[in-house]
């Protein structure tokens, strides 16, 4: 088995413990990586069947604090080198330590990947092949339709599209070296080029905003607007407060920034404030309708505060009219107060749920927790752990069809000749084509008869 | 009445390029062979163009010849002129083209055949196969006089001829190419077997008289100097010829006209040819119906031979009547008073689905019977000669019981011709194609003889000579390597004049001659002046030792890929699995993999339809059945 492969062993629900689990030849050195001491030095996960106390780090940032376990092959799970870390047990903990054993080196596991492991490798015994076999048959599918559910609409057409563009190119070259005398190259690196650069920063904007696999790995884009001093930092202490009292064991939250990862319900929320909530609530906020509509344009959910207690407002109105096609709730706050504006009114006037809180009391957060849960699990769209695995494994295949598009414009600039591209483009293609779980065998042949005019 | 005629150890049927190539290797090796063609007047008959080599088939046949196969060799006695295509790419995609003096080529091939010992060329018609009562061993065959000769092995190259039929518009003749006589009876005997046939069509373009052009109309093609042989053993002294001419001209919209005004008197477009023609290499009619923006198509003229007028018209492949084609003729520049002397046809005929073929190139049915050549649905004469190559070296091995010999997809482009052909469903005539090669890069036609002269060395094809020319040749790449790698160059002034004149970033302190080299402004070439000590090396040796400096980044990316590719193609996949019982695997999984029965799981990967999860379930049963086995003994 050549790569080091990684994933969630434990499922992917909110649990005392998660375990992460690195199984490969490299599995010792990816994890000690990530692993520090209390003290801050590299901790010594070498020896094995032992269990030790530590902290996950993903660059400086601390995410957690953890048991990690390592067996030494041949004694394991998989027969491999395998560390085990015990984090707590938060869907997005489990998440940021998964992320950085990728970061350090791990692979996604395929579908039953470690039991697959653990049979070849002669740790689970004849009677259980048949269900490994199962398992991966089934997972597999699972992955698939969870892949295609995550792929829905426009991603999987974008990746589509630049897929052709790739092939096309790609067939061109393959067409002329096949046929030098009918087809000439002349000048086409320069096009090449003009396509790839194209198609990166399509890649590079999928990557930053890859909206649903964004979902899962860094919680939804959440941001706050409203007027001041209608609530919002109350909203979102009383936010951050909730989730602590819920997770009280994720150290070395910052709280000097305006972003905060909570969790509410199920969800992972990623909260944005849009005015520097941090600073104290005596200075008055200048929050301009700009402002908000910046957030808004960035985000996956936005959370309007209102203040309940007073009529609405031109200003109020601006910000409605920007949550157009936005997944939205709007709060009306001060519910502890008497209230001027009508929930049902409201949701009339704005087409968005709207629920009546009190930030200050900490009222009505379990209700805006169901709202969102709503909002964002519809349709088939299950987050399975193999479901979120999936998703980064189709991050990873990205990031590979960005470094190969990246080697192709070196090669341009080195004025390698387009044969070598065409290496690196086809690279690119089958990274893409994995995340649609294409087969590639006989597209490019296929695309040079349909294109091309072959002489003889 | 049938007879016993004769007792021998290998029959090849068919004297094209792949039997002849079968013919020899059998021979060669010992076996006393029997040679049946239709008519000896036509061994190696070049049916179509009157090229050899070209964008990938170059280095099948550079291949053949590293393995000791005679198309390369008899190629440098009979060319009429020769370039390397693509020479501003990329050493991976440079290609040798020659155009062959077809009558000289077929005369040089037979005077070889004629004279091997051990081989003997019979002519007749092979009208079926003699077989165990199980009709699972081949035990000779019988022509259709009734003669029987038994062998241990038999193999199958009959090309184009068998149930063969030429078009030419609304006439059809029932003959194989050029009006020779077809094979009519051996399908049926195929079929009878137990063997998958399917009918394939290829065609080719009209021959002109050379008198009647006007060559100043004409953009003229010259040769290479100095000529690269296509041999690694022919002293490229004594290719550098005086070399024939080649024009290139164009069709016109007036005779895209034509043809759009007699497109339903075209066989393909009114139904009468029913074979599946290949994509690559389409008739007139198909590029000017299927590319309607194009208003001219190139069209090479091509000397057929020193002896004769004749001249082959390169990219005007037809089977239009005569009437539209000699009309369409001399609308090109050149062509005004063009004469006709063979009218373009198409050929339809039955070929094996080569499916049926173990990647051996023997069939899975029935053992000792192999099949090379048009007869697997390959099209060109460089890919049936390899195929005839390798069908006669395992039939050999097989003989003699000793193991198969096979080229992976890593070795050889051969690997990857034969490969495609015995996992992949071919739905028209296989061309080889430079982009069906994943590790190009690795399989260049400079180096065909550092991957594959060793393994037909010990084949017994390669001679002492040929084989001590390779070592010297790897052993001085080597050394030069070592020596670019620890010569450093100061800094001093003198040298960084002569890197400006490159022109070229000056040095601040000491580079080996290796790291100046991967300056993609620099070359082997052009940094002598400052390696006075260098050692005069033949041009092939420094090609080789720039190739490796200039890519080695691409070159080793290549050779990890081919790791990964190895691993698979090591795990062996049993003969006797029953894939209708691993019910994990997806019907369509089972179904192909029963059908195809790949060697291996890399060939399983292969396959369309055989998921990455249906190999990992592949994976653990082939290990359960492992241990199982284990357990009962």
């Avoid at chain 1, 890649?203 to 649903?212: A, P, T, V």
């Avoid at chain 2, 094209?16 to 013919?23: D, Q, R, S």
């Avoid at chain 2, 302190?509 to 260098?534: F, H, M, T, V």
């Amino acid at each position: 088995m050549e790569n080091t492969i990684s994933g969630i062993a434990t499922a992917l629900v909110e649990s005392g413990i998660g375990i992460i689990r690195i199984s490969g030849n490299q599995a010792v050195e990816i994890a000690g990586k990530i692993l520090r001491t209390k003290g801050g030095r590299p901790l010594d996960i070498r020896e094995s069947h032992r269990i030790r106390y530590g902290f996950v780090f993903d660059g400086e940032k601390e995410i957690d604090e953890v048991l990690v376990s390592t067996f030494l092959a041949p004694k394991s799970f998989t027969g491999e080198d395998t560390v085990e870390i015990n984090c707590h047990g938060g869907i997005l903990l489990m998440q940021k330590v998964f992320q950085a054993t990728l970061k350090a080196g791990a692979r996604p596991a395929e579908p039953g990947e470690f039991s697959k492991r653990a049979f070849l490798n002669g740790r689970i015994d004849l009677s259980q092949a048949e269900a490994v076999a199962d398992l991966i048959a089934a997972k597999s599918e699972d992955s698939i339709r969870s892949s295609l559910s995550l792929l829905q609409g426009s991603l999987k057409e974008k990746i589509k599209r630049m897929r052709s563009r790739i092939l096309e190119d790609t067939a061109f070259i393959e067409a002329a070296l096949d046929d030098p005398e009918h087809i000439s190259l002349e000048g086409f690196s320069e096009q090449c080029q003009g396509h790839v650069e194209e198609i990166l920063s399509d890649i590079q904007e999928l990557l930053k905003h890859q909206r649903e696999g964004r979902l899962l790995k860094e919680g939804i884009q959440t941001v706050i607007v409203g007027k001041p001093n209608a609530g919002k930092s109350s909203l979102l202490n009383c936010l951050v407060k909730a989730d602590k009292a819920i997770v009280s064991n994720i150290p070395g939250t910052t709280r000097d920034t305006v972003e905060e990862d909570i969790r509410i319900g199920s969800l992972s929320l990623h909260l944005i404030d849009t005015a520097g909530i941090r600073e104290t609530e005596d200075i008055v906020e200048e929050i301009g309708v700009n402002r908000a509509k910046e957030g808004i344009e960035k985000a996956d959910c936005v959370l309007l505060v209102l203040d309940g207690s007073l009529p609405l407002e031109e200003e109020d109105r601006k910000i409605l009219a920007l949550l157009e096609g936005k997944k939205a709730v709007v709060l009306l706050n001060k519910m502890d107060k008497e209230s001027i504006l009508q929930k049902e009114e409201l949701e009339k006037l704005s087409g968005f749920p709207v629920l009546p809180i009190s930030a200050k009391e900490g009222r009505g957060m379990e209700e805006l927790g169901q709202k969102l849960e709503e909002l964002f699990y519809t349709g088939s769209l299950s987050f399975s752990t193999e479901t979120y695995i999936h998703s980064e494994r189709q991050i990873a295949a990205l990031e590979e069809a960005k470094s190969a598009l990246e080697l192709v414009l070196e090669g341009i600039r080195l004025e390698l000749s387009e044969d070598f591209l065409s290496i690196d483009l086809m690279g690119a293609y089958s990274a893409l084509g994995r995340i649609l779980g294409e087969d590639v065998s006989e597209d490019l042949i296929n695309e040079i008869f349909a294109k091309f005019c072959m002489g003889k | 009445m049938a007879f016993l005629e004769e007792q021998v150890d290998i029959v090849v049927v068919g004297a094209g390029h792949a039997g002849v190539e079968a013919a020899l290797v059998s021979a060669k090796r010992g076996h006393k062979t029997l040679l049946f063609t239709l008519s000896p007047d036509s061994i190696s008959m070049m049916a179509c163009n009157p090229n050899i080599g070209g964008s990938s088939k170059g280095h099948l046949v550079r291949e053949l010849d590293a393995l000791g196969g005679m198309m390369g060799k008899v190629c440098d006695q009979s060319f009429l002129q020769s370039r390397m295509l693509n020479q501003s790419k990329g050493p991976a995609v440079h290609s040798l083209r020659a155009q062959a003096d077809k009558q000289v080529y077929s005369q040089n091939m037979r005077h070889l055949v004629e004279n091997q010992e051990n081989l003997h060329i019979r002519q007749g018609e092979i009208v079926s196969l003699l077989c165990n009562e199980e009709k699972t061993e081949i035990r000779g065959v019988v022509s259709s006089t009734g003669a029987r000769y038994y062998a241990k092995a038999v193999l199958i190259c009959t090309g184009v001829y068998l149930n063969a039929r030429c078009i030419y518009g609304e006439v059809s003749e029932e003959t194989g190419p050029n009006g020779l006589r077809r094979a009519t009876k051996l399908s049926q005997a195929l079929l009878d077997l137990g063997f998958r046939l399917q009918r394939f069509k290829t065609g080719t373009p009209a021959r002109v008289d050379r008198r009647s052009l006007d060559f100043s109309k004409m953009e003229v093609q010259k040769g290479d100097v100095p000529v690269v042989p296509f041999s690694f053993s022919t002293d490229p002294d004594t290719v550098q010829i005086p070399q024939e001419d080649c024009y290139l001209t164009y069709t016109c919209e007036e005779g895209h006209e034509m043809i759009r005004e007699n497109i339903d008197r075209s066989p393909m477009y009114n139904g009468v040819i029913q074979g599946t023609g290949p994509r690559y290499c389409p008739s007139i009619e198909d590029k000017v119906m299927k590319f309607p923006e194009k208003n001219r198509h190139q069209i090479f003229v091509e000397p057929e031979g020193r002896y004769t007028n004749e001249m082959y018209l390169s990219g005007l492949s037809s089977s239009l009547p005569e009437d539209v084609q000699m009309r369409i003729l001399r609308t090109m520049a050149g062509f005004e008073k063009a004469e006709m002397v063979r009218c373009g046809y198409a050929i339809e005929y039955d070929c094996l689905n080569s499916l049926e073929l173990e990647n051996t190139l023997e069939t899975k049915k029935i053992s000792g019977l192999y099949f090379a050549g048009q007869m697997n649905g390959s099209s060109g004469y460089e890919e049936a000669a390899v195929q005839g190559f390798m069908a006669g070296i395992n039939a050999v091995q097989k003989i003699e019981e000793k193991e198969p010999f096979v080229l992976d997809r890593s070795e050889a482009y051969i690997g990857v011709l034969i490969d495609d052909l015995v996992t992949k469903e071919n739905k028209e005539p296989y061309r080889m194609m430079t982009s069906r090669a994943e590790y190009r890069l690795l399989l260049r036609q400079d180096n065909a003889d550092l991957r594959l002269r060793e393994k037909g060395y010990a084949l017994g094809m390669v001679s002492e000579e040929e084989i001590k020319a390779t070592r010297e040749k790897q052993e001085a790449i080597l050394k030069e390597l070592r020596r670019m790698e620890n010569t450093y160059i100061g800094a001093n002034a003198e040298n960084n004049r002569i890197l400006e004149n490159i022109p070229s970033s000056p040095i601040q302190s000491g580079i080996s001659l290796r790291e100046l080299c991967k300056r993609p402004e620099c070359n082997y070439q052009n940094i002598a002046p400052l390696d006075p000590e260098r050692p005069s090396l033949s041009p092939f040796i420094q090609e080789e030792v720039e190739i490796e400096i200039k890519y080695e980044g691409y070159i080793k990316r290549q050779i990890q890929q081919v790791e990964a590719f190895k691993k698979m193609e090591r795990k062996k996949l049993p003969k006797d699995i029953c894939y209708h019982d691993i019910h994990n695997l997806r019907l369509e999984a089972r179904q192909k993999l029963d059908m195809i029965r790949p060697e291996n799981m890399g060939m399983a990967s292969r396959i369309s339809g055989v998921s990455p999860a249906d190999l990992s379930v592949l994976l653990v049963y082939l290990e359960k059945e492992k241990e199982r086995r284990k357990e009962e003994k």
